[in-house]
């Protein structure tokens, strides 16, 4: 059994910077692969960023040079740092957790980039 609930979303404007977190419970946290997915209106579901267990991290293109995804296993966390951020990264971030064939899904976190 696995939780992911995330927070830190919001409205920011263009440029802005916000994080995001993501907290998972039970001890598959520190053996999984992590990462963000986001979803606009009228879009499918595109990954963002992720992170193995042993820290490797892989971004976007579309986020490059712009988002960091973190983790820190002893407190079985995963962290999105966005910073310049532009209208079309406007979307619904979801937290993702996959270990072989077992994944989880967050509930999602709104940000919002807007003048």
């Known amino acids: 059994q696995v939780q992911l609930v995330e927070s830190g979303g919001g409205l920011v404007q263009p440029g802005g910077s916000l994080r995001l977190s993501c907290a998972a419970s039970?001890?598959?946290?520190?053996?999984?692969?992590m990462g963000w997915y986001r979803q606009a209106p009228g879009k499918q579901r595109e990954l963002v960023a992720t992170?193995?267990?042993?820290?490797?991290?892989d971004n976007a293109d579309s986020v490059k040079g712009r988002f960091t995804i973190s983790r820190d296993n002893a407190k079985n966390t995963v962290a999105l740092q966005m910073n310049s951020l532009k209208p079309e990264d406007t979307a619904v971030y979801y937290c993702?957790?996959?270990?072989?064939?077992?994944?989880?899904w967050g509930q999602g976190t709104q940000v919002t980039v807007s003048s």
């Open positions: 993702y957790l996959r270990f072989m064939s077992f994944v989880s």
């Open positions: 039970g001890s598959i946290f520190s053996v999984a692969t």
């Open positions: 992170i193995t267990n042993d820290g490797i991290t």
